[in-house]
């Protein structure tokens, strides 16, 4: 592939989805930004800027005005390659991804009413006939009055809470952006990631919680306000309230599959439990209840470890520069050799009144022994004359 196998990866992979999106499967266009963030997060801004304009020019040229969304969803790119590359929860990178999809998306269809001239819920006419074909096959046992009654509501729900649907739909197609590139990075050793952490240890911060909050406040107030402002109150607390209950309920998610997970019981067992509470009427609102609790009461300790990973690491690093300072202050000793030290010193052989001693036999063991013992005989001799002369010097005074 090449010195650069990530760029080449990603360049393949948008070309791929582009040519399939466009001809059979459109949701694979939501892919895209994987691509871009791939190529931003390995390579640099420039890189990404040039996959940008590439698949651009390819989706304009190909599919006309609908490839004007491809460099839409392109610009979620950055911002995944951005979360990747900083110390964010999965959770909170997943959410900034998925609201600048849908914000391009959005932007994406206001600009085809822009040069097309028609309204609004023309251009969402498409997404909503495709929502009710499949509402349609759900309900085609019932009667036709109630089936006519249940479409009636659902497009009513529908205008309200489109915007609600397209984030959601958005932030679960960020999700598999998310799990994609970062897959493809460490596959390929491109770049240093912050560590995955495990499902259990994701949490939100606080903040996230004032939507839930936000949300409930509107629809209360929307009772209150009269038919003027009634209306757009209610769906803007059916829009939070729809965006931030999902959310939540991940995070609820983690932290029941937290509490499992300290009861010793099996992945396999834990993966069952919690999709079978998915399935059922009243666990979804209690887990998301949890789920948003755990922003203020902290029930997994999570913020109180990582202060105290924080203190450990910041107290070791403090060690170590303490101890560099030390070495640096401590005073240093430096022994100097001269040459006549480092040169070798010949041995001096002993001298009697016959000339050397043992020079008969200095290369066996029995000469060596022979100077040693005259050596230790005339240091005794010298000890004793010392002595004497020390006597002596005595007694004078």
Known sequence: MGRRPELTVALLAGIGLILIGFTV???LLFLIPACVALAGV???????IWLTICFSLLAVGLAGETGWLVPFLCLSGFSLARGLK???EPLEIIIITGAVMAAGVIAWLAVGVLLSGESLREGLGIWLQEMRAELLSDIAGLPRDEQEAVLQRFDLFLQLVWPASVLLS???????????????????AAAHLADWPPFSHWRLPWGYSWGVIGGLGALLLSEAAGPQFGPGLAAIGLNLSMVSSTVFLVQGLAVVWYWL???GMGRGLRLALVLFSLFTVFLPPVIT?????????????????GKADKAGKAGSEGGKEGGEAGEQGRPR???????????????????GPGGPVGTSCAGSPGGREKSGGAGAASSDAAGADGSEDAGEESRGR
Not at 42 to 48: D, E, F, P, Q
Not at 289 to 305: A, N, P, Q
């Open 289 to 305: 209840l949890i789920g948003v609790f755990d922003c203020w009461f902290d029930w997994r300790r999570l913020e109180k470890r």
């Open 170 to 188: 958005m932030l679960f197609g960020a999700g598999i952006n998310y799990v994609a590139a970062r897959w493809v990075v460490q596959r390929f």
């Open 42 to 48: 390995t390579l640099g801004s420039r890189s990404a």
């Open 261 to 263: 997970s300290r009861t």
């Open 333 to 351: 000793v430096k022994v100097e050799t001269t040459d006549e030290a480092a040169e070798p010193v010949e041995p001096v052989e002993p001298r």
């Open 25 to 27: 499967m459109p949701h």
């Open 86 to 88: 900083s110390r964010r």
